[in-house]
């Protein structure tokens, strides 16, 4: 009987200690499965990101080009009314149309206006309608200051961009010729200036609404050849005015004004 009881007593004490391990190995596993739920998680967001940056890579290293916001679904960026956008499949054909009609026109005025032709250079680029000025054709040598002759251009070239409702922006550029003065201590600051010189006249002498504008300078940084002879170098001293597509748009913030 004694060692019956004996038994019974050492059974009794190791059964809940025994069984400790179960609650242990429970909770790993437990642990784990949370683990590599998450892990799955992550792993398909980051797949589709990079499935998205992998495409946009390969078109490109092609020689073509590619929007990310050719892809269908809805955008999660607002729209110019600060309400969610959904981005549709592609341009709007009837804006589309207009970029081409504006080309027409102006290039036209290009050819017919004395002094024109080769200072002022049309792009149909990804991004939109490029109007490209020579700075020669705009400013004296070093300076921010339209000439009346320029305004006169700025005002004409703006005339046909009034009735759009893209969004327009104004690029500075130079050369890589180092500047320091009192006024512009280098590049940037001359090409801010002078592309907002010519924002202020498609604003104020234009009536092109203020929303729609932006400048922007990028100083030598955004050439178009390479800055080695002086025929380079006067052409990458302009002044660009973007007719941004309509795709575009929700790269800008929302309006807020109304």
């Known amino acids: 009987m004694a060692r019956r009881s004996k038994k019974k007593q050492q059974a009794a004490e190791e059964g809940p200690s025994m069984e400790r391990w179960l609650l242990t190995y429970s909770d790993l596993i437990t642990l784990l499965m949370i683990f590599f739920v998450v892990m799955y998680t992550m792993s398909q967001v980051d797949a589709k990101k990079f499935e998205a940056v992998a495409n946009s890579l390969s078109v490109v290293l092609s020689g073509k080009s590619i929007s990310i916001l050719d892809t269908a679904g809805p955008s999660v960026v607002e729209g110019r009314s600060g309400q ?51 700075d020669t054709l ?54 801010v200036l002078r592309a907002t010189k010519v924002v202020h006249v498609l604003n104020e002498e234009v009536g092109i609404p203020a929303a729609r504008l932006s400048a922007t300078g990028y100083g030598e940084y955004r050439s178009l050849v390479p800055n080695d002879t002086e025929v380079n170098r006067s052409m990458n001293r302009r002044v660009d005015i973007v007719i941004l597509k309509q795709k575009y748009d929700y790269f800008e913030p929302p309006l807020l004004i109304h």
């Open 84 to 134: 969610i956008a959904r981005e549709g499949p592609g341009e709007d054909p009837s804006l589309q149309g207009n970029l081409e009609a504006i080309e027409k026109q102006l290039a036209e005025y290009i050819k017919q206006e004395e002094g024109l032709a080769g200072n002022v250079i049309i792009m149909n680029q990804e991004r939109g309608l490029v109007i490209s000025l020579k």
């Open 138 to 191: 705009l400013f004296p040598k070093g300076s921010d200051e339209l000439t009346p002759h320029a305004r006169e251009i700025i005002r004409k070239v703006g005339g046909s961009l009034k009735t759009i409702p893209n969004y327009i922006r104004v690029e500075g550029h130079t050369d890589n010729l180092p500047i320091r003065t009192a006024r512009f201590p280098s590049n940037w600051e001359l090409s």
